[in-house]
């Protein structure tokens, strides 16, 4: 049986470079992943479904991966990143 038969198909990128970060964030936080696509992409700019880049991981892996990401990808409203510091000015958290 091959690995992307044993794994499950996480989800699709626009493109080489947005798999690379997700993979890099999946990989820095412990869990496998396999890219599929990539090579097709890097030769020609992504314009379409044919460029997508599949990310694969395994289905014990799906529910942590799903939250990095979700985690990673939301942007952080300015009131949740910045927090009132003791002389009353605002300070990166």
């Known amino acids: 049986m091959s690995k992307q038969q044993t794994d499950l ?12 970060m997700i993979q890099e964030v999946l990989q820095n936080n412990g869990i496998d ?3 599929q696509g990539d090579a097709a992409a890097n030769i ?11 990310i694969w991981v395994k289905p014990e892996d799906a529910a942590k991966a799903k939250e990095l990401l979700e985690a990673f990808f939301t942007p952080v409203e300015n009131s949740e990143a910045l927090e ?6 605002k300070e990166q958290s």
């Open 33 to 35: 992943c396999t890219l």
């Open 44 to 54: 020609v700019p992504a314009t379409g479904d044919l460029d997508e880049v599949r």
């Open 84 to 89: 009132d510091g003791d002389d009353g000015t």
């Open 9 to 20: 198909e996480f989800l699709k990128s626009s493109g080489p470079v947005e798999a690379e």
